[in-house]
């Protein structure tokens, strides 16, 4: 296969060269490569395909299941230009690591258009996890996310339980990952809104308060300094709790920034709106003041990661229920991360082409343990590259994507630009508006342990 015409963007910048591709690997990197049968990428850019950290595809959380399993949630990955997906594999009760992990190989394994790795979902520790955590790393799953939040769901975990978790982590190579949101400040709130009967989506904002968030970063960085064990967080959403992150890193501990699109290209007057319905997720979307202070921190290189937190329900899903109490919160976005931080990231000037690569695929990639196979446009490297073209305008639309979920809480923006092609290790996986090829195509990847010294 050979790419030629386009502009190569990686995270050092621009390049006008062509890409040969030979047995799934990019073979050379150059201006005037000859052969025949070349896929033409005159006006395009040729970005390393996104490495997606967040998603959660098949999710079933005991009360109701996403409209996306693997199949279809990869193949809105592909659309998307996405060519690896992180998904989370849950440790439902009764479950040890390796059973929660083998659960969703079984679920994803030849069924998914792009390839994928996962992250543990760590609900509780039974005896011998340490162990078994040693042993989960060594198969390639150096990750792992515990909530802060939902007491009362599978999903919490107590701060005993994180901070024993984080004595292990980092001598075990496992990077703790976290959904950060005090729960009894949530809780609280809660409870005050609905004893002023102000349960409609109107409130779901006000519901979980941004102090929320930045209080359980905090209580993060704290376990973080006292093990010496590094930490993620997932979807930030207020500009205080990248603040707090950043403070850490300047002291030397590994923490990890990752934001999401629809903190950057959405505000909290959608929640105000007759479709408030299809802005449910957590944490919500925040007021343009935070807004603009979480792109400035995207534009300074504070947050490192960007993720989609792709949670596939469809409208149909979400029921009849008025009451934000109600709703299992989650929105579709792995297929439309690239045109939205495309149109309001290098296009309005908040950060560069080089700067788009690195967030979506690069940095990902090297926090993850899968740089230099994934993220790069180098000879060696697997050729995962995603057409870009700039030229391609107009709103988003519903009909336009690939998602089972049906609908996108960003139809409606007008986009500049928009996914042509999507290569995954030499084969074309996605073109002009179609998904190609089997959902047998796509693997499952094992990722090196986590390693600070990646993160430069
Ligand atoms: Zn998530």
Known sequence: MLIRGGTVVTEGGELEADILVEAGRIAEVRPGIAGDGAIDATGLYVLPGLVDPHTHFALDTGTGRTADDFTTGSASAAAGGVTTYINFAIQHQGQGFEQALAAVREEADGRTHVDYSLHLNITHLDPGWEAELERVVDRGVSSAKVYTTYKGTVFYVDDFTVHRLMERSGPAGLLVQ?????????????????????????????ARPAVAESEAVSRGLFFSRVTGSPIYFVHLSNPLSVDLVSEARARGLAAVAETCPHFLCLDDSVYGGRDAIRYLMTP?????????????????????????DHCGYSLDQRGSSVDFREVSPGIPGVETTLPLLYTFGVDANRITLGDLARLTSTAPARVFGLYPRKGRIAPGADADLVLF??????????????????????????????????????????????????????RFLDRLPFDAARLG
Do not use: C, K
């Not at 979307?285 to 947050?303: K, L």
């Open 178 to 206: 976290m959904h950060a949101e005090n729960d009894d400040l949530i809780e609280g709130r809660r409870r005050e809104l609905a004893a002023a009967g102000l349960t409609s989506f109107a409130y779901h904002a006000a």
């Open 284 to 308: 919500p979307i925040r007021d343009e003041e935070m807004q603009a202070g979480i792109w400035a921190r995207v534009s300074r290189g504070e947050i490192q990661t960007v993720g989609s």
């Open 389 to 442: 073209d700039p030229a391609a305008r107009g709103p988003l639309t519903d009909s336009e994507l690939h998602t089972a979920a049906g609908f996108s809480p960003f139809s409606g923006l007008e986009l500049r630009g928009r996914v042509r092609t999507t290569i995954s290790r030499g084969e074309v996986v996605y073109d002009r508006g179609r998904v190609l090829g089997l959902p047998s195509h796509g």
